[in-house]
């Protein structure tokens, strides 16, 4: 018996900026998207298949007077700045989560002393913390998780901000290890993770309890996927991560034999890409 978990798919950042490619090219308008318009491959090869036509940034700067979509991880003042001398047009999808955020660090990075540290948890190279790292000139200090912090000058201020996507647990325990290390300069710690995904955690783990076998389906280019599947595998020994229905290998789908299956995913994963995998289990 399988069962998909009610809360997977898409973040409401996602879907907008998906209903946003879709009104276009239903136009039959050409549309540019600045990257994978969502980090799930099978959702990209469907959405070039109506015509969206992903680009690089290298593309990007040769373009001109044309439309370009940007996607809901957000982009940092250059893109927005390339655009106008170029006479693109932006269809700007950026997630309203993202985009606030984008404007707290551009504030601090503007408010604060010279020496300050603007510090990003979060995963280096990510389309998010490239727009993050943006508002501050790139300026921003980016640290991976606790072995970074050594990065940081405890004797200046630091102002602390997350990737949406990321670990509360890890953010928590970052900020406790920089509060210990702080001397006499000002530490400020913002939690920025989108509690849409922060709060996957205890439903997919109380999931994964729930179920003999857990398949999780994700983008092999996801970070929210990563740390998802992470949970469900701590929560339940027997979890599986797949990105489609080819890598339900034969062991994988004997590990499902007559055992309840539960199905989930990362919030870049679509609901038909899990509705595929069940039916190839069943």
């Known amino acids: 018996m399988t069962s998909i978990e009610a809360k997977s798919g898409f973040c409401f950042g996602v879907i907008k900026a998906i209903q946003k490619a879709e009104e276009e090219l239903q136009k039959g308008r050409q549309l540019y998207c600045l990257g994978d318009i969502v980090h799930n491959e099978q959702e990209v090869e469907r959405l070039a298949t109506m015509g969206l036509i992903t680009i690089n940034y290298e593309q990007f700067t040769q373009l001109h007077n044309v439309k370009v979509l940007l996607r809901a991880h957000g982009e940092p003042p250059s893109t927005y700045e390339i655009a106008q001398r170029n006479n693109i047009e932006i269809i700007d999808a950026s997630c309203p989560v993202v985009r606030h955020l984008q ?15 603007i510090v990003i948890y979060g995963t280096k190279g990510h389309a998010e913390v490239i727009g993050l790292a943006g ?80 398949i999780f389906v994700g983008g092999k280019k996801s970070s929210n996927a990563k740390v998802l599947f992470a949970q469900c595998k701590s929560a339940n020994e027997h979890s599986y991560f797949v990105s489609d229905i080819t890598e339900l290998t034969t062991d994988i789908q004997q590990a499902c034999h007559d055992k309840r299956v539960g199905i989930c995913g990362a919030t870049s994963t679509p609901l038909w890409l899990m509705q595929q995998i069940a039916e190839k289990i069943d």
């Open 103 to 117: 404007e707290r660090i551009r504030n601090t990075y503007n408010s604060a002393k010279p020496d300050a540290q």
């Open 135 to 214: 508002q501050t000139d790139n300026k921003a200090i980016i640290i991976e998780g606790e072995n970074d912090l050594d990065k940081l000058d405890y004797n200046r201020d630091i102002y602390l901000y997350s990737q949406t996507t990321k670990s509360v647990d890890t953010f928590r325990r970052i900020v406790e290890q920089i509060e210990h290390k702080m001397q006499d300069a000002h530490f400020e710690w913002h939690d920025t993770i989108c509690r849409q995904v922060a709060n996957r955690t205890k439903e997919l783990r109380d999931f994964a309890h729930q179920h003999d076998v857990i």
